[in-house]
């Protein structure tokens, strides 16, 4: 099944939450804060750990500055106490509001269906006129029925794709131009393991949706990462579940303080590859529940979202049934709403039934299959009007799923044909003649802060960078290839500039064009920040290199080398041959001018854009300095050009295991060794749980990412010895700036079990992450962190008794900069009870 999503069509929109956020020291939950959407505002009492913090100053967001001429910090000396059940336990992290709708919206929504004729509500579960592809992105409604008869007076839902920006362009009309802010891909996102940022991108994305008048958008993009060579890696925000499941409830409930948001892909889409062919992810319960899993159900429980997809694939657990995910009882039924305790509603994905655009054997077959996707769990087959063309009569299902749409659409204030929609206004307004976004310089300049946070410092040797200014060096080049692509679809050639283009990433359904008056590219924005007295100049050849005292080259990927299936020839969307730079063409251009500027002996950078890992082993040692620049948005070029001069620091760190070769890495599909089968067996192992248990060392582990100033870790504290199953445990630490120039560091909590009795947990050096903490600190400063352990995060799926149980017994804490920089001094213990 092939689509386009090329195409135009228009308007709706939505809704609300706020978020509640504890944080501070000891047990439990010491201070209750709300956030109201915006950046930090979390309330901050009580001291870190059980020490004391003389002359702390609040810093929010569960930190405060340590004065280090004041007292007694808590190091040593202190009584280990129990930490009891913690009744508001969830919110012990903040974007975690949960579930929430009025009373009023939930008996409209009650009162509407109640009313609705068989037809109506059958029109709730449905998308629109097969073979209508100009009119993808809505569920059904006739438009010539203006008074709405149709769908018993409720609107039906505007669908925008939203993980990177509110994508207009499938769904602009003629001539238009469909602008929008373009954020930096969600890798490059989780590189900023920004919480707080990431709520504001979602709120930022949620007011645009409004402001175009649709009313939901298909995002986030929650896909672990399993393996970095998918084609859509840069759509999801790495390889980690807690990861995913904490920024994709951060954003989700940004998003939904005006408007719902819908999850993909549910569950295990992680190859392109026969994505419409029926390709099976094959795993067991465990390995489903706790790392296919875990982030949705923290993103249902934690975030409230509104809306699930049921993703392309079919899902096998075990020996079971190998079912379409579309039509899968256990994963939209007993995982979804049963375990995860989902209350919104479920959409396939854009022809994900069996059969896609055309199944085989008419009416009685697209009844058979919707009888078992609805009671399997979906409860709206999109796009078209397929298979659920067939429904049965409407029963009590049916009611249910009806129910699920329309509260939704009450929920987030987007029934009302003619009412304004969604739960706020917009800040932010739309041109219907261009069909675009306007007056968005505020979230233009939140790209810019994303992408400052997202880059990711990999090499610098002897301080290369930042540049220096002055001495020897009087000019930059700013020098890279343009190399050219074809793909079929949207758009079918074209090519990069890699030192001139602003980059967004693939072509695929969650491309978002941005307005080329607003957009700042490498070349630009290293312009725009060098000092006076330094020359800027761009090029495409080693001439322009020769010429410079300083070379940035500019290299990377296009939209053929990663992106969506549908763009791209089939069987080549994922980068499984091959990791490196011009992986597709078979060629070594990129690397070789690499490899020339460096044979120059400047002092240089490379910097990198593309979704997720890219080999640099070709010229790792050659060059002194590397730079992650991840497809960084409209405003990645202006970002860039300030962290090279030092105008601003380093600090993104990687979502993302980065091996040294692809054989380091388990298979990525089951096509790999056998072409025709369709079956890939997804391992327990993943990421950095991967690199830790086989023994195997990275190029750069999960967490890498370097700064001008350096950062000291002491002081580690576990506020109790004891806690029960129902505790938060308030970890903090010291984290000192020891260097000259400010920055911000990341700072990552592991978990370990060493006498676990749990399988999985026995692995050598296995360990998870169960926290991180971005933290802004002057040179010199430091600060007393808290990250709080929920003890319910430490749970795992006990196959014996097929359920979620918590172990007791003893858990090692890991404080430290990378996934592979946990230091000794920074380990703490405590016991579950
Ligand atoms: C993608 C989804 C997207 C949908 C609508 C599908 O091809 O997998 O992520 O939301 O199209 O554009």
């Not at 700013?478 to 283009?501: A, E």
Request: aromatic residues 8%; negative net charge.
């Amino acid at each position: 099944m092939r689509h386009q999503h090329n195409l135009f069509q228009v308007p709706r929109a939505l809704a609300l939450l706020g978020a509640l956020s504890l944080l501070g020291g000891g047990c439990g939950h010491p201070s209750t804060g709300t956030n109201t959407g915006g950046t930090g505002g979390m309330t901050t009492s009580g001291l870190g750990g059980n020490g004391n913090v003389a002359g702390a100053t609040g810093a929010g967001g569960g930190e405060v500055v340590v004065d280090p001429n004041g007292g007694a910090n808590g190091a040593g000396g202190t009584t280990p106490t129990a930490c009891a059940d913690d009744p508001n336990q969830q919110h012990a992290l903040p974007y975690t509001p949960g579930y929430t709708i009025s009373a009023n919206a939930t008996s409209l929504a009650n009162a509407a269906v109640q009313s609705m004729s068989d037809t109506q509500k059958q029109n709730q579960l449905r998308g629109t006129t097969i073979g209508q592809y100009n009119d993808i992105f809505r569920s059904a409604h006739n438009l010539s029925d203006t008074s709405y008869a149709d769908t018993g007076n409720i609107k039906e839902f505007q669908f925008s794709d939203g993980p990177r920006g509110v994508n207009l362009d499938a769904v602009k009309t003629n001539g238009s131009q469909g602008f929008s802010t373009v954020f930096p891909v969600a890798s490059m996102r989780g590189a900023t393991f920004d919480v707080d940022l990431e709520n504001q991108v979602g709120l930022a994305m949620g007011d645009e949706l409004i402001a175009s008048k649709r009313t939901m958008l298909l995002a986030p993009t929650v896909n672990i990462l399993r393996h970095p060579a998918w084609g859509r890696a840069e759509e999801t925000y790495g390889e980690d579940s807690f990861l995913l499941g904490r920024m994709g409830s951060a954003y989700v409930v940004g998003v939904q303080t005006y408007a719902p948001a819908c999850a993909k892909h549910f569950a295990a889409n992680n190859i392109e590859r026969n994505r419409d062919n029926g390709d099976i992810a094959q795993m067991d319960e465990q390995t489903l529940r706790e790392i296919y899993g875990r982030h949705y159900a923290m993103i249902v429980r934690d975030g409230g979202v509104s809306c699930v997809m049921a993703a392309y694939n079919v899902l096998q657990v075990g020996s079971g049934q190998a079912l379409n995910c579309t039509q899968n009882s256990h994963l939209l039924t007993d995982v979804l709403r049963n375990d995860f305790g989902f209350k919104g509603m479920v959409i396939s994905d854009w022809w994900a039934m069996p059969g896609g655009q055309a199944p085989a054997g008419g009416t009685a077959t697209e009844s058979s299959q919707a009888r078992a996707a609805m009671s399997a769990g979906l409860d709206l087959e999109m796009p078209w009007n397929l298979n659920f063309s067939q429904l049965p009569a409407v029963d009590a299902t049916q009611n249910a799923a009806a129910l699920h749409v329309v509260t939704e659409k009450f929920r987030f204030n987007v029934a009302n044909p003619n009412g304004p929609l969604g739960l706020l206004p917009p800040t932010t307004g739309f041109d219907s003649g261009s069909f675009s976004i306007t007056n968005n310089d505020a979230h233009i300049a939140l790209a810019q802060k994303a992408a400052l946070e997202g880059m990711v410092l990999l090499k610098n040797d002897g301080g290369v960078l930042p540049i220096k200014s002055g001495g020897n060096i009087q000019s930059v080049a700013v020098v890279g290839l343009s190399v050219p692509w074809t793909l079929k679809g949207v758009q079918t050639s074209g090519s990069v500039n890699f030192p001139v283009d602003a980059r967004s990433g693939d072509l695929g359904s969650s491309r978002v064009n941005m307005d080329p008056a607003k957009a700042i590219g490498p070349y630009a924005g290293i312009m725009a920040a060098a000092p006076s007295g330094i020359m800027v100049l761009p090029g495409h050849d080693l001439a322009a290199a020769q010429a410079a005292d300083f070379v940035v080259v500019v290299a990377g990927l296009t939209p053929h080398d990663e992106g969506e299936d549908y763009t791209i020839k089939p069987d080549d969307s994922d980068r499984d041959a091959s990791l490196g730079l011009d992986g597709k063409t078979g060629g070594t251009l990129q690397n070789s001018f690499i490899a020339s500027v460096a044979a120059l002996g400047k002092p240089m950078v490379v910097v990198l854009e593309g979704g997720s890992v890219i080999d640099v082993s070709a010229w790792q040692q050659m060059v002194p300095a590397i730079v992650m620049a991840w497809y960084p948005g409209q405003s990645g070029g202006a970002a860039l050009g300030q962290l090279l001069f030092g105008q601003a620091n380093f600090s993104g760190k990687l979502p993302i295991s980065w091996p040294k070769a692809l054989s380091d890495l388990p298979r990525f599909s089951g096509s790999d060794s056998a072409p025709s089968s369709l079956t890939t067996p997804m391992g327990y192992y993943l990421g950095y749980r991967w690199f830790d248990t086989q023994g195997k060392i990275p190029q750069y582990a999960f967490g890498t990412g370097l700064s001008y100033t350096t950062f000291d870790y002491s002081n580690l504290q576990v506020p109790c010895s004891t806690v029960t199953k129902g505790g938060v445990v308030n970890v903090t630490i010291d984290i000192k700036n020891s260097g000259t120039v400010a920055g911000d560091e990341i700072a990552f909590l592991f978990v370990s079990w060493p006498n676990s009795n749990v399988t999985t947990r026995k692995a050598p050096n296995y360990k998870e992450l169960k926290g991180f903490k971005r933290v802004s600190l002057t040179a010199g400063q430091t600060k007393r962190i808290t990250i709080p352990i929920r003890v319910s995060d430490l749970n795992y799926w006990d196959t014996g008794s097929n359920s979620w149980q918590i172990e007791t017994g003893t858990v090692k804490v890991m404080v430290g900069t990378s996934s592979d920089k946990l230091t000794p001094a920074a380990t703490g213990m405590f016991t579950v009870q």
